[in-house]
């Protein structure tokens, strides 16, 4: 049976070889995780990921590092936060180019007035459909947060 890997897969594959014959020890850990982490939802779904469910399990990967930064930082473990931060630097190398605060800003105004949303309770409807249009550009807490102040105010 051939393997159709997608192309972010051969991708993060090759530069994980690279960065075991450049000897880039933090790089190839993250990388290996990342690839047992997408490994493990293929098995889950029994077929191959696509790109998208790719850069879905590389943003999971970047959500727990920064979690894990917040959590070192308030332990006062300054060396594990240096470890999380430079992981957290390989995997920022493999999302799409990320929106800028103005951009987001005009997105999600836009889905406002195309919505009529006008208090904190269309909050939940407004996320869901700016999440899919910024998918993997834009990290989802500072959406919340702008959301959540264009709702109340």
Do not use: W
Not at 73 to 95: C, F, G, M, S, T
Not at 119 to 129: C, E, F, I, L
Request: proline share 2%.
């Amino acid at each position: 049976m051939v393997e159709a890997s997608s192309q972010l897969k051969i991708k993060l594959t090759e530069d994980m070889k690279a960065k075991m014959k450049s000897g880039d020890k933090v790089g190839l850990s993250t990388l290996r995780l990342l690839l047992a982490d997408i490994k493990n939802a293929e098995i889950a779904k029994r077929a191959d990921l696509s790109d998208e469910e790719i850069l879905e399990a590389i943003s999971r990967s970047i959500k727990r590092r920064k979690e894990s930064i917040e959590q070192f930082e308030k332990a006062d473990r300054d060396d594990l936060v240096q470890k999380e931060k430079a992981e957290l630097e390989v995997l920022n190398e493999y999302l799409p180019p990320q929106l800028s605060e103005e951009e987001l800003l005009e997105i999600i105004e836009a889905v406002i007035e195309e919505m009529g949303a006008s208090s904190q309770k269309d909050m939940g409807s407004v996320m869901s459909s700016v999440m899919p249009k910024v998918k993997g550009k834009a990290d989802g807490s500072m959406i919340s947060q702008i959301v959540m102040a264009k709702l109340s105010g």
